[in-house]
């Protein structure tokens, strides 16, 4: 299993290729930023969790499934 910080570069690669304002890139953002500055998937998958709206919540959450199955 990759660490948070691998999940987070990961992730932030993802948001940079995504267009400028775009579901993807902020659902991404979330992504790259949460795992970044939590200590493990555990708790950064708590964190987003919280995320607000909804739309990117559900977003960032299947993008976080799927960064930490691979």
Avoid: H, W, Y
Wanted: charged content about 25%; cysteine-free.
């Amino acid at each position: 299993m990759r660490d948070n910080l691998d999940l987070a570069a990961s992730a932030q690669q993802l948001a940079d290729a995504a267009p400028a304002g775009s579901l993807d890139r902020a659902a991404a953002k979330s992504v790259a930023i949460t795992l970044a500055t939590t200590r493990d998937v555990v708790q950064a998958r708590e964190t987003l969790d919280g995320l607000a709206p909804q739309d990117v919540r559900q977003a960032a959450l299947t993008l976080f499934e799927e960064l930490s199955a691979s």
